[in-house]
């Protein structure tokens, strides 16, 4: 795994945050600067990941040890067949959601946070950069109520969205830059786009003079 040539940028956070909007802008405005990217999400749409966007709105949740299970065979199908091949061609990969959701949302129901980090981390190549646009639970669940004009599904209930919201402040790692989810959307990603610059473009120009 020492060996990709890619990058794997992750995007992480509650629901409501505006995760999926920060990823999908992220990819745009990096394509436009000619880079190759991929978009990709967790849970995916293969045959485990449609099985859990079902279970979701279900009215009987998965047990934890259903939902780790079909989380993790998702992951390993997700990675196998995207991300290991796309990083050995080079391509900057920029994920939504990822093994941090796991421990977060997973977490959430009892399960170690640590042990499912070590478990993944074994297996699974470790992002290069981790984006966690942070939002207050309470305010999330009002988005998703408000401008979503949706109900919280499973998944999005307060209090549980609050012990998620605890685990991923508690991730560390020299990957992680976390971003104020309050600002727009705009200031967001110009926050992220200078983030990229930073971790990356510097860099590549430091090792192209080599
Ligand atoms: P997401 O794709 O962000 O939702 P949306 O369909 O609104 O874009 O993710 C769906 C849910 O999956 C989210 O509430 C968190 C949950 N999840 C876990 O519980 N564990 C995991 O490992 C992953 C990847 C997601």
Do not use: W
Not at 24 to 38: R, S, Y
Not at 84 to 109: E, H, W
Not at 184 to 206: H, P, Q, T
Request: with cysteine; charged share 30%; proline share 4%.
């Amino acid at each position: 795994m020492n060996n990709k040539k890619g990058i794997l940028i992750v995007v992480e956070g509650i629901d409501g945050a505006g995760k999926s909007t920060l990823a999908k802008g992220l990819a745009n405005k990096l394509t436009t600067l000619g880079k190759d990217v991929i978009l990709t999400f967790e849970p995916t749409a293969g045959q485990y990941g449609r099985r859990l966007r079902e279970s979701f709105t279900s009215e009987k949740r998965l047990t934890l040890d259903e939902e780790l299970e079909l989380f993790m065979l998702d992951r390993k199908e997700h990675v196998e067949s995207l991300l290991i091949p796309a990083l050995s061609k080079g391509k900057v990969i920029i994920c939504d959601r990822y093994y941090f959701s796991t421990m977060a949302y997973q977490g959430a129901r009892g399960a170690d946070p640590q042990d499912i980090q070590a478990r993944n981390e074994a297996f699974y190549p470790v992002p290069d950069l981790l984006l966690i646009p942070v939002l207050p639970a309470r305010e999330a669940v009002n988005r998703i109520r408000i401008i979503r004009k949706d109900r919280p599904n499973n998944f999005e209930q307060l209090a549980y969205l609050e012990k998620v919201s605890m685990i991923f402040d508690n991730i560390t790692g020299d990957y992680v830059e976390r971003l104020d989810a309050r600002l727009g959307i705009e200031e967001l990603l110009g926050e992220a786009v200078k983030v990229y610059e930073k971790r990356f473009c510097d860099c590549l120009k430091d090792t192209s003079n080599q």
